[in-house]
């Protein structure tokens, strides 16, 4: 009896925030793997703010996933049989087989994991793409030197949770803004941020500058939306603003929003401030790749980078996470457990 | 009979667009120097955009000119009393003694010219702080390629004219943006920049396009308005942005002007496309001043950089060549002859 596929398709694009019915559950013979191939089964599903975009059928900076293709995304997944010199039945990998429990591969793009060195599903968060997006947007972007502030917001997510504790192995002063008292105390109590700040608290913009007394010199812009609005007039001469996201707006409208009209005022502060403002796709410093696979590690194992995960179990499940996702409902690393991983 | 000074105070804050009356004429007797003191000619004052913000109480890089208190500007002067060791009379250097005839020195930030190596005046112009706000933030933060595009603004003017003409040293395509045909005849025909367009013109965000064909890889910022939306959509992805000056905005109201807003679809684009925007003075970069000063004097001799001078003669008239230089009716550096050049 063949294997029985299932992958989550997009149904249509959304327009606004994605709706369960922009999602469609297809069930399908499993693949067989063709000379030189490898079927997977996927173990854990990455789910990450990025993917909203690749919905939209808006220039980006990748091309977006079809109507009626499966959804794109990062995956450890499990050899179950190997037609590839490269790779054994059992071997666990790194891939990007999407929202599906079987994909084939032709090898490439695959990165083997060792389950002794740490838990695979880290391949998706902490030692994956995000984790990686934080240590490269800071380090070489915002490059704090000791003593400096450094804002995050998601502070608790996947990226934020990363760029605060690397700032502090810098010697920076993390500051975080999380939504909730849970968030809030996991980012100071357990991630070890010198201060955080909810952004649900009708001060929050006077809570933040309260703490930021020397001001802001790096943020680290994964958020958008109001937050901007508070960190933008603290920043200090020089400041560093590396963009890596803007979750708020993802489910923007294409038109413009009413005013006022910001910009004029955002650049003159770039001009009076010597502000930088840089966006980036972390596979732009994809040679910094091996040095942070070989540095993360280190530092988890000196318990310096900490990191969470919020699991969800079943594909099926995939499409409310990722909607909740986007309205910040996640809390840590936000991974769906597809197969067997026991 | 002592020498009479003139000088040009600051009468009050303009709100918005300065007027004749912001500014006072002043007359006095002459100051004396003192021990270590020279006494300085003003032969010719530098009208630089930069100076309204100087007239505005609002925080910016520098501190304001107080009300009363004579125009901040770059000068260069003649020395007509030496009791400083390090200089003689009749020596020339470059000051920065603000919008009057005579000022005391006590030497410091003055730099000595050479009558016989170049006009002195250049040293406000191609060979002085524009021509060095061209040459920096276009090297070091515009970072032009071989057979890219880089854009600027204000073409004909002290900054956009030596930007332009550094990026074609530098192997790169020059597009000029100016306004009226004699300043884009001069741009193309006299600057040699490969295509100029007339931002006078009814569809010059088309135009712009149309002598864009491969997209803007640089756009040095120094003029803020329509041009940046013109611009903005033609950014390739890894564009750089120096922003050096606004000069469409300094006139503005401090509150945000009406809508739509802006902003969240340009931080779209500096995510989407890796931009990079960065403000900068050009004082940031003064170790490569040097290099500067040996490098533009052997492109001006080699007929590789050139550059146009717009001289308006005595002090007097310097309030009403300010307030045409920030609506664009200036050609070339602007310059005011106050003293005995002959």
Chains 1, 2 share one sequence.
Not at 219 to 237: I, S
Not at 245 to 252: M, S
Not at 294 to 322: M, S, T
Request: proline share 7%; hydrophobic share 45%; charged share 20%.
């Amino acid at each position: 009896m063949p294997l029985k596929n299932q992958r989550i398709l997009l149904a249509s694009r959304p327009i606004g925030s994605p709706t369960l019915e922009n999602f469609r559950l297809d069930t399908d013979d499993a693949p067989e793997p063709a000379a030189g191939q490898l079927l997977l089964e996927v173990l854990y599903l990455s789910l990450d703010p990025y993917m909203r975009g690749r919905m939209s059928a808006a220039k980006s900076y990748a091309a977006p996933v079809e109507v009626g293709s499966v959804m794109e995304g990062g995956t450890v997944a499990r050899v179950i049989a190997s037609r590839h010199p490269g790779y054994a039945e059992g071997d666990i990998v790194l891939s990007h087989s999407g929202w599906q429990r079987f994909a084939l591969s032709d090898g490439t793009n695959l990165r083997k994991l060792d389950p002794a060195a740490a838990p695979v599903s880290t391949a998706l968060g902490v030692l994956g793409m995000p984790g990686f997006t934080a240590y490269a947007g800071l380090l070489t972007i915002g490059r704090p030197r000791p003593g400096e502030t450094v804002v995050v917001a998601a502070a608790s997510g996947a990226v934020g949770s990363a760029v605060g504790q690397i700032a502090r192995i810098t010697g920076a002063r993390a500051v975080g803004i999380a939504g909730g008292p849970e968030k809030c105390a996991f980012v100071r109590d357990e991630l070890g941020f010198d201060a955080v700040v909810d952004h649900r608290a009708p001060d929050f913009a006077r809570q933040l500058a309260a703490v930021c007394p020397d001001g802001i010199d790096v943020y680290f812009e994964n958020v958008g939306g109001a937050v901007w609005d508070a960190v933008f007039p603290l920043l200090n001469p020089f400041a560093r603003i590396p963009v890596c996201g803007l979750i708020a707006h993802y489910n923007d409208a294409p038109d413009q929003p009413t005013g006022p009209d910001r910009l004029p005022s955002v650049m003159r502060d770039v001009l009076s401030k010597s502000l930088t403002i840089r966006g980036f796709i972390q596979r732009e410093f994809a040679d910094q790749r091996p040095e942070f696979y070989r540095q993360a590690a280190e530092w988890i194992a000196e318990g310096k980078l900490r990191y969470k995960e919020d699991i969800v179990d079943g594909l099926e499940n995939a499409p409310a996470a990722f909607i909740d996702l986007l309205r910040g409902r996640n809390f840590g690393k936000l991974i769906v457990r597809v197969g067997h991983t026991g």
